[in-house]
Structure formats: structure tokens, C-alpha cells
């Protein structure tokens, strides 16, 4: 069964520090792979998706996150940390070989920016 | 704003009581998901529209729940005799899909927060 993992409840980063964000995921076949932020009371906004080719992604707001398909991990990054950048991350994987268009989704990270 | 919009943006209705939530899409989208989040989970997917067909419903889609979308454009989700249970956030994306395959992303609207008392 296609699962998403986000191992951490929370992440608290300093201002300016780079900052990770983890995701595993097991799917039978090959992964489509997206990472969204949800901020307050908001829908969720997509960041960056990883489909095929090169493994480092670049996404908006100056995230990028990292395809290792030894490791099934996709983890969120960004190099220097806002404060802004608070919020609940979500990651999603979609099987390639999947008829369906359903993602699945992990739990959330929440990431706390401090000053 | 031409990004997918949901309304209402809150509800609170009692236990027992209908409800019907309305999206509409990005005006070119040609798919729609209808998504429920409870609070520190992440969407579980409830069905999908391409056009006007329903082509996927999820097991959590009780038969209290109905969805529709009429004329491939706005979607409607009405719950029945709601329950306290049914209090979440639920969330509408589109997409703009061809028979590429499922690559394409998904775009979220604000969401409507049911609360049922």
C-alpha cells in the first residue's frame, strides 16, 4: 500500500539557519512527489513536485527538496529560514502505475520559525 | 482572483441538519477533488470529478455524502443528517489533467470549516 511518512510533529529552526523538512514514502512503482504548505485557516498551497529527472528540485519561496530513490525520502529544504516561512508543511507521493489520481498524504510537519 | 474559491468559508449547523458546500474550480480545470482534513492530519481524499463524471469515490464517502458537478464546472457536496464526526475542514483542488497521466498538480481552495454541534 502507498504510504507518506513525515517522521517529525515539529521542526524549530532559527531565523537564518537552513532548515530540512522529512519525507519517506513507499509506493509499488515509481513516485510522483509534491510538497504543500498550509498556513492558519488557509488551503494548502503547492511548493514543488518532483516527476522525473534531475533529483534536486526548485520550488517557490526559495524551497527545493531532494529525490533519493535508494533512501524513498524527499526531504523539504531551504538554506536560510524566515520567519514567514512558519506554517504546516505536507508531502503527497502518486504512483506513476496508478489508474487513480488520488494523493496520499503524510500527517504534516509543523515548522516554527524563530527569530 | 482566479484561484479556486470555496463557499462558505465556515459553517456550524447542528447535528441532524443538511449542509451543502459549493466549489468553483480554476476556470480551465478540468478536474476536481474534494478533500476532508481534520485538525494535525493531512487531507483524506474523498472524490474526483473529471468533467462532469464521478469517477472515484473514497470508502469514507458515506452515503450521507453527496457530491456533484453538474456541468463540469462548480461542485456541490452536500452532507445529510450531519454528525458531530463530520466536523473537519473540507477542501476542493483542480487540476488541469490529460491522458499524460497523473503528474499534474493539484490547486487547493481556502477550504469550508464545518463545525456540527
Known amino acids: 500500500a502507498q504510504s507518506v511518512a513525515q517522521p517529525e510533529d515539529q521542526v524549530n529552526v532559527a531565523e537564518g539557519n537552513p532548515l530540512t523538512v522529512k519525507c519517506t514514502y513507499s509506493?509499488?512503482?515509481?513516485?510522483?512527489l509534491f510538497w504543500y504548505v498550509q498556513y492558519p485557516n488557509r488551503g494548502l498551497q503547492f511548493l514543488l513536485k518532483?516527476?522525473?529527472?534531475d533529483n534536486l528540485v526548485k520550488g517557490s519561496y526559495g524551497f527545493e527538496a531532494e529525490f533519493n530513490k535508494s533512501q524513498t525520502s524527499f526531504h523539504l529544504k531551504k538554506p536560510s529560514a524566515l520567519v514567514s516561512d512558519s506554517a504546516l508543511y505536507f508531502c503527497?507521493?502518486?504512483?506513476?502505475?496508478?489508474?487513480?489520481?488520488?494523493?496520499?498524504w503524510g500527517a504534516g510537519t509543523k515548522l516554527i520559525i524563530k527569530p | 482572483d482566479t484561484g479556486v474559491s470555496q463557499d462558505p468559508r465556515h459553517k456550524i449547523t447542528k447535528r441532524g441538519q443538511n449542509v451543502t458546500f459549493r466549489c468553483d474550480p480554476i476556470?480551465?480545470?478540468?478536474?476536481l477533488y474534494w478533500y476532508r482534513q481534520t485538525l494535525g492530519q493531512g487531507p483524506e481524499f474523498l472524490t474526483y470529478?473529471?468533467?462532469?463524471?464521478?469517477?472515484?469515490k473514497s470508502r469514507l464517502l458515506s452515503d450521507r455524502f453527496s457530491a456533484e458537478r453538474p456541468k463540469g464546472s462548480f461542485s456541490t457536496l452536500e452532507i445529510q443528517r450531519t454528525e458531530q464526526g463530520d466536523s473537519a475542514m473540507y477542501l476542493c483542488?483542480?487540476?488541469?489533467?490529460?491522458?499524460?497521466?497523473?503528474?499534474?498538480?493539484?490547486?487547493f481552495g481556502p477550504g469550508t470549516r464545518l463545525l456540527v454541534l
Open positions: 483542488a483542480s487540476s488541469l489533467g490529460w491522458a499524460s497521466g497523473p503528474q499534474e498538480t493539484q490547486y
Open positions: 476556470s480551465e480545470h478540468n478536474r
Open positions: 470529478f473529471q468533467n462532469e463524471a464521478q469517477l472515484e
Open positions: 509506493v509499488s512503482g515509481n513516485p510522483y
Open positions: 518532483y516527476i522525473t529527472g
Open positions: 503527497a507521493v502518486r504512483d506513476k502505475k496508478d489508474s487513480n489520481y488520488q494523493l496520499i
